[in-house]
């Protein structure tokens, strides 16, 4: 049993299919938003490996002794992208521009979730947060935050490229720089209480494999960048002005 990150969940059951296709153990995956799972282990709920979409609540569940520390490793990255419907004409023009009164919704993961901290901290970097502030809505994860804006209940979103990938509804206005935000790693390790530890390591290997590197990379997923565990991801906001 996988607790994933809700982020490019096609990718991940494509890799469990393919482990169990290569003589394994089949693979079932619970998806939320990080911050759910690592509450969801706390509480005692039954998991072999967690695959969370930061360090940061991978360190929240460490440090209470819910994972093996030897059998963390960063697995991924991953970049944030601008969306808005695919019909609409709005576009960002620069990072210095600010909100135009036709985005009257801006979509974003909540403030607790990974892909929505990185959000806000990219939005802290290149200023203008009380332009948007009144304007943004929030969702339980990344996948609520797209959903909105492929049905053009919000005009604009900020979410992972990956999943900007498989929504046709949607298409990519502008790639936040990678400088803007803390880096986007998701952690994985093998849960500590669980009975199939050795099952959990091999999907995780076989993950890091040339079967699910392939995988991954097909669905833009990037090699993860060197993370900072240090400091938690920072909430503030970015300014960004938009034009039609």
């Not at 049993?1 to 089949?26: D, K, L, N």
């Not at 998991?47 to 819910?66: K, N, Q």
């Not at 990956?162 to 803007?180: F, G, H, Y």
Request: hydrophobic share 50%; with cysteine; net charge positive.
């Amino acid at each position: 049993t996988v607790r994933a990150a809700s982020s490019r969940t096609e990718a991940r059951q494509q890799v469990g299919a393919a482990f169990t296709a290569a003589g394994h153990a089949p693979v079932t995956f619970s998806f939320d938003a990080s911050s759910r799972l690592a509450k969801q282990l706390e509480a005692g709920a039954p998991a072999d490996l967690f695959l969370s979409a930061d360090a940061a609540w991978m360190d929240h569940v460490a440090a209470r002794g819910l994972v093996d520390p030897a059998t963390r490793v960063d697995l991924l990255g991953n970049t944030l992208v601008v969306v808005v419907p695919a019909a609409s004409t709005l576009a960002v023009a620069s990072a210095a521009d600010r909100a135009r009164p036709e985005v009257a919704h801006l979509a974003l993961a909540g403030a607790s979730v990974p892909a929505g901290a990185a959000a806000r901290a990219a939005r802290g970097a290149l200023g203008g947060w009380d332009a948007v502030r009144d304007r943004v809505v929030s969702g339980d994860n990344v996948r609520t935050a797209l959903a909105w804006v492929a049905a053009g209940e919000a005009e604009a979103g900020i979410v992972y490229a990956t999943d900007a990938r498989v929504e046709p509804r949607v298409k990519v206005a502008w790639t936040v720089p990678p400088s803007a935000h803390p880096p986007i790693v998701y952690p994985a390790a093998v849960v500590a209480a669980s009975p199939r530890a050795a099952e959990a390591a091999a999907f995780l290997a076989f993950c890091r494999g040339p079967a699910g590197r392939a995988v991954f990379t097909a669905a833009g997923f990037a090699p993860p960048a060197p993370q900072w565990r240090s400091t938690p991801p920072r909430r503030s906001a970015c300014r960004c002005r938009w034009r039609r």
